[in-house]
């Protein structure tokens, strides 16, 4: 059982390049989200969705795109790359429903992304 | 102003002594769940417990107990006989409302860096 997984674990990126952080899960988790964490800010979040076809923005949304075309995969771009996006990217996911249980987050080992 | 308030930047610990991570949480609603995580210097984040707004009894889990004080609005993390492996960053979170509807977003604290000294 892999939980969430995403790719890349690291990246380099310059000025203005465009690229996606790719997140899988395997759980069959309806909600799933992006989180960026930096020194002094704590995690905040850029986009969640609630199921296959529906996002939404959190926090910091600006500079990201998001899509969901299914309940596994919820990639995240980033259309033109600024040092200010230079962080470590969570992705987490979690059940539906109102059970003690699905109220926990699942998050990947993070992406470190650093933009020159 | 910050809604998740972790006053604690660091703590240092004795090995197989207890210790408290506070957290502080500023919300108008009467439904809502509070969080801790875990991060260990490799990076990934951990569940570890959580406690909603209605519980009436302290959550546990294993080592880890969570304080919940609604009237003072603090929720402190207790490690119990503390463990080397438990060095880490721990962060307190907050869900605003209910859980219903999908409501998974969290509001972070700073985090508590703790160190556990043989």
């Known amino acids: 059982n892999a939980g969430v997984t995403q790719t890349p674990k690291f990246q380099v990126l310059k000025t203005g390049q465009s690229m996606t952080l790719q997140c899988a899960q395997d759980m069959n988790h309806e909600y799933m989200s992006w989180y960026r964490q930096d020194p002094g800010m704590g995690l905040r979040l850029i986009h969640y969705s609630v199921g296959a076809g529906i996002t939404d923005q959190g926090e910091v949304p600006n500079g990201y795109n998001v899509s969901r075309s299914t309940t596994e995969d919820f990639p995240l771009r980033l259309l033109s790359a600024a040092p200010s996006q230079t962080s470590v990217y969570f992705c987490a996911s979690s059940l539906a429903g109102s059970s003690s249980g699905a109220n926990v987050l699942t998050f990947g080992a993070g992406s470190r992304l650093t933009v020159l | 102003a910050q809604k998740i308030t972790q006053t604690q930047p660091g703590m240092f610990v004795q090995e197989k002594e207890a210790v408290t991570l506070d957290c502080t949480y500023d919300t108008s609603d009467q439904s809502y769940g509070l969080f801790w995580y875990k991060q260990p210097s490799s990076g990934e984040m951990i569940f570890l417990i959580y406690?909603?707004?209605?519980d009436e009894q302290n959550a546990t889990e294993g080592r880890y107990s969570l304080n919940f004080q609604k009237a003072r609005k603090s929720a402190n993390l207790v490690i119990s006989a503390s463990q080397l492996g438990d060095s880490a960053m721990y962060f307190c979170?907050?869900?605003?409302?209910?859980?219903?509807?999908?409501?998974?977003?969290?509001?972070w604290g700073l985090g508590t860096s703790l160190a556990v000294n043989p």
């Open positions: 406690q909603g707004s209605y």
């Open positions: 979170a907050m869900r605003e409302g209910r859980e219903a509807g999908n409501n998974r977003k969290l509001i």
